[in-house]
T-cell receptor, first 114, second 114 residues
Framework: AQTVTQSQPEMSVQEAETVTLSCTYD???????LFWYKQPPSRQMILVIR??????QNATENRFSVNFQKAAKSFSLKISDSQLGDAAMYFC???????????FGKGTKLTVNP | DGGITQSPKYLFRKEGQNVTLSCEQN?????MYWYRQDPGQGLRLIYY???????QKGDIAEGYSVSREKKESFPLTVTSAQKNPTAFYLC?????????????FGPGTRLTVT
């Protein structure tokens, strides 16, 4: 079974600085996709970014970018110019290609200090 | 506005009572999901449905039941057989990009059973 590991239960960053959240996954499949979700204190899950395994180029969405290392099975999220509103739980999720199901990591709590 | 609604936001029940959580979407998504979230845990899949009148068990289906009579609606019943029902429940639906199922979430329902 696929597993997703987020090794950092908590992280902190100064406002305007850059922070990287780690995620590793275990799979024997070659066709899959990965997500980062943000869960602020409101507890609404918000999709941050998506990466398909077949794409070599790392996905970016404004201040959010990923470092996708397929051979190492690593999928880290970089947040640039951190803002107070970035404070949240961040979850990494894995989905097998063609499957509706996602496997979630246990999350990383990000604190942004003013 | 398109989106996913869950009601109520907070729900309180006495032990031994069944309770039904509502989930409605107007995104015209085919697949819908129910997750449970506990402190320090990621999201765990309870049930999911790909089409009307069909659904599959997730990883922790025991003590729960669902129905999918309409595309827009996917209610979850927490039965008295669920040993530890107090949790945060999230409903989601997904849109497909090629082989990638991109899930979008509702605001969640916090269930407390005493």
């Amino acid at each position: 079974a696929q597993t997703v590991t987020q090794s950092q239960p908590e992280m902190s960053v100064q406002e305007a600085e850059t922070v990287t959240l780690s995620c590793t996954y275990d799979t024997s499949e070659s066709d899959y996709y990965l997500f980062w979700y943000k869960q602020p204190p409101s507890r609404q899950m918000i999709l941050v970014i998506r990466q398909e395994a077949y794409k070599q180029q790392n996905a970016t969405e404004n201040r959010f970018s990923v470092n996708f290392q397929k051979a190492a099975k690593s999928f880290s999220l970089k947040i640039s110019d951190s803002q107070l509103g970035d404070a949240a739980m961040y979850f990494c999720a894995y989905g097998q290609g063609g499957s509706e199901k996602l496997v979630f990591g246990k999350g990383t709590k990000l604190t942004v200090n003013p | 506005d398109g989106g996913i609604t869950q009601s109520p936001k907070y729900l309180f029940r006495k032990e031994g009572q069944n309770v039904t959580l509502s989930c409605e979407q107007n995104l015209n998504h085919d697949a819908m999901y129910w997750y449970r979230q506990d402190p320090g845990q990621g999201l765990r899949l309870i049930y999911y449905s790909q089409i009307v009148n069909d659904f599959q068990k997730g990883d922790i289906a025991e003590g729960y039941s669902v129905s999918r009579e309409k595309k827009e609606s996917f209610p979850l019943t927490v039965t008295s057989a669920q040993k530890n029902p107090t949790a945060f429940y999230l409903c989601a639906s997904s849109i497909v990009h090629g082989l990638t199922y991109e899930q979008y979430f509702g605001p969640g329902t916090r269930l407390t059973v005493t």
